[in-house]
Protein backbone atom coordinates (compact mmCIF):
# COMPACT_ATOMS: atom_id res chain seq x y z
CA UNK A 1 0.00 0.00 0.00
CA UNK A 2 1.34 3.16 -0.85
CA UNK A 3 0.71 6.90 -0.38
CA UNK A 4 -1.16 8.73 -2.97
CA UNK A 5 1.79 11.43 -5.37
CA UNK A 6 2.88 14.53 -3.34
CA UNK A 7 3.93 17.37 -5.65
CA UNK A 8 5.89 20.31 -4.59
CA UNK A 9 3.01 22.63 -5.05
CA UNK A 10 1.02 20.61 -2.28
CA UNK A 11 3.95 20.82 0.37
CA UNK A 12 3.59 23.83 3.31
CA UNK A 13 6.08 24.27 5.08
CA UNK A 14 5.82 26.63 8.38
CA UNK A 15 2.80 27.92 7.36
CA UNK A 16 0.73 30.84 9.63
CA UNK A 17 -2.67 29.41 10.40
CA UNK A 18 -4.98 31.59 13.12
CA UNK A 19 -7.53 28.75 14.04
CA UNK A 20 -8.06 25.08 12.56
CA UNK A 21 -9.97 26.24 9.75
CA UNK A 22 -7.69 28.09 8.30
CA UNK A 23 -4.67 25.35 8.54
CA UNK A 24 -7.23 22.96 6.81
CA UNK A 25 -7.92 25.83 4.52
CA UNK A 26 -4.03 25.93 3.77
CA UNK A 27 -4.18 22.24 3.15
CA UNK A 28 -7.18 22.15 0.97
CA UNK A 29 -5.95 25.16 -1.39
CA UNK A 30 -2.35 22.79 -1.56
CA UNK A 31 -4.61 20.06 -2.95
CA UNK A 32 -6.11 22.91 -4.86
CA UNK A 33 -2.84 23.92 -6.33
CA UNK A 34 -1.74 20.75 -7.41
CA UNK A 35 -4.41 19.74 -9.14
CA UNK A 36 -6.27 17.39 -7.42
CA UNK A 37 -9.30 18.83 -5.92
CA UNK A 38 -11.21 22.07 -5.91
CA UNK A 39 -12.09 24.56 -3.81
CA UNK A 40 -15.37 22.92 -3.09
CA UNK A 41 -13.51 19.92 -1.67
CA UNK A 42 -12.02 22.29 0.58
CA UNK A 43 -15.07 23.59 1.78
CA UNK A 44 -16.39 20.02 2.53
CA UNK A 45 -13.38 18.95 4.90
CA UNK A 46 -14.21 22.35 6.99
CA UNK A 47 -17.27 21.11 7.36
CA UNK A 48 -16.55 17.63 7.94
CA UNK A 49 -15.12 18.83 11.07
CA UNK A 50 -17.60 21.49 11.76
CA UNK A 51 -20.78 18.60 11.82
CA UNK A 52 -18.35 15.88 13.33
CA UNK A 53 -16.03 17.49 15.70
CA UNK A 54 -11.99 17.06 15.80
CA UNK A 55 -12.00 13.43 14.72
CA UNK A 56 -9.36 14.42 11.88
CA UNK A 57 -6.49 15.11 14.84
CA UNK A 58 -5.66 11.21 14.75
CA UNK A 59 -2.76 11.53 16.64
CA UNK A 60 -0.60 13.70 19.09
CA UNK A 61 0.12 17.05 16.89
CA UNK A 62 -1.21 15.26 13.65
CA UNK A 63 -4.82 16.19 11.81
CA UNK A 64 -5.78 14.08 8.90
CA UNK A 65 -8.10 16.31 6.67
CA UNK A 66 -10.35 14.66 3.77
CA UNK A 67 -14.07 14.98 2.88
CA UNK A 68 -15.95 12.10 0.88
CA UNK A 69 -14.99 11.04 -2.55
CA UNK A 70 -17.06 12.88 -4.94
CA UNK A 71 -17.09 15.32 -7.82
CA UNK A 72 -14.91 18.41 -5.98
CA UNK A 73 -11.62 15.76 -6.23
CA UNK A 74 -10.22 15.93 -9.97
CA UNK A 75 -7.42 13.10 -8.65
CA UNK A 76 -6.09 10.79 -5.81
CA UNK A 77 -3.99 13.05 -4.19
CA UNK A 78 -2.02 14.74 -0.69
CA UNK A 79 -1.07 17.53 0.88
CA UNK A 80 1.19 18.22 3.81
CA UNK A 81 1.36 21.58 5.78
CA UNK A 82 3.79 22.22 8.44
CA UNK A 83 2.71 24.88 10.99
CA UNK A 84 5.07 27.61 12.23
CA UNK A 85 2.71 27.93 15.40
CA UNK A 86 0.57 25.09 16.47
CA UNK A 87 -2.83 25.51 16.30
CA UNK A 88 -5.99 23.99 18.75
CA UNK A 89 -8.60 21.86 16.80
CA UNK A 90 -10.60 21.10 20.42
CA UNK A 91 -9.38 17.58 20.36
CA UNK A 92 -9.17 16.18 24.14
CA UNK A 93 -6.17 14.64 24.02
CA UNK A 94 -3.99 15.26 21.17
CA UNK A 95 -3.91 18.86 20.67
CA UNK A 96 -2.49 21.23 19.60
CA UNK A 97 -1.50 20.07 15.91
CA UNK A 98 1.41 20.75 13.85
CA UNK A 99 0.76 18.76 10.80
CA UNK A 100 -2.54 19.11 8.71
CA UNK A 101 -2.51 16.26 6.11
CA UNK A 102 -4.85 16.82 3.08
CA UNK A 103 -6.45 13.62 1.47
CA UNK A 104 -8.74 13.41 -1.69
CA UNK A 105 -9.55 10.44 -3.38
CA UNK A 106 -11.53 9.76 -6.29
CA UNK A 107 -13.29 6.71 -4.80
CA UNK A 108 -13.76 5.18 -1.81
CA UNK A 109 -11.72 2.20 -2.02
CA UNK A 110 -8.68 4.53 -2.68
CA UNK A 111 -9.43 7.02 -0.42
CA UNK A 112 -9.50 4.01 2.32
CA UNK A 113 -6.48 2.74 1.08
CA UNK A 114 -4.75 5.78 1.12
CA UNK A 115 -6.06 6.68 4.61
CA UNK A 116 -4.49 2.99 5.88
CA UNK A 117 -0.97 4.48 4.05
CA UNK A 118 -1.29 7.58 5.74
CA UNK A 119 -1.76 5.27 9.39
CA UNK A 120 1.60 3.32 7.91
CA UNK A 121 3.60 6.37 7.90
CA UNK A 122 2.55 7.39 10.91
CA UNK A 123 3.00 4.28 12.99
CA UNK A 124 6.08 5.86 14.20
CA UNK A 125 5.04 8.90 16.46
CA UNK A 126 8.81 10.22 15.60
CA UNK A 127 7.80 10.71 12.13
CA UNK A 128 5.03 13.17 13.03
CA UNK A 129 7.64 15.68 14.94
CA UNK A 130 10.03 14.47 11.90
CA UNK A 131 7.89 16.55 8.80
CA UNK A 132 6.51 18.91 11.64
CA UNK A 133 10.44 19.97 11.57
CA UNK A 134 11.45 19.34 8.00
CA UNK A 135 13.39 22.14 6.86
CA UNK A 136 12.88 21.31 3.19
CA UNK A 137 9.92 19.76 0.80
CA UNK A 138 12.22 16.96 -0.19
CA UNK A 139 12.73 16.03 3.45
CA UNK A 140 9.11 15.67 4.12
CA UNK A 141 8.95 13.44 1.01
CA UNK A 142 11.87 11.30 2.23
CA UNK A 143 10.23 10.75 5.66
CA UNK A 144 7.15 10.02 4.41
CA UNK A 145 8.61 7.46 1.65
CA UNK A 146 11.02 5.91 4.60
CA UNK A 147 8.08 5.27 6.62
CA UNK A 148 5.38 4.32 3.70
CA UNK A 149 8.41 1.54 2.82
CA UNK A 150 8.79 0.26 6.60
Known sequence: MTLPPLADRAIVLRARAADWREAVRI????????????????????????????????APGLALAHARP????????????????????GHAHNDPVRVVIGLA???????????A???NAFNDSAAIAAVADAPTREAVRAILERSDRA
Open 105 to 115: GVAPDAHLAAV
Open 70 to 89: GAAVRCDGLSVVTLAEPVEF
Open 117 to 119: ALA
Open 27 to 58: AGEALVDSGCATVEYTDAMIRMVEDHGPYIVI
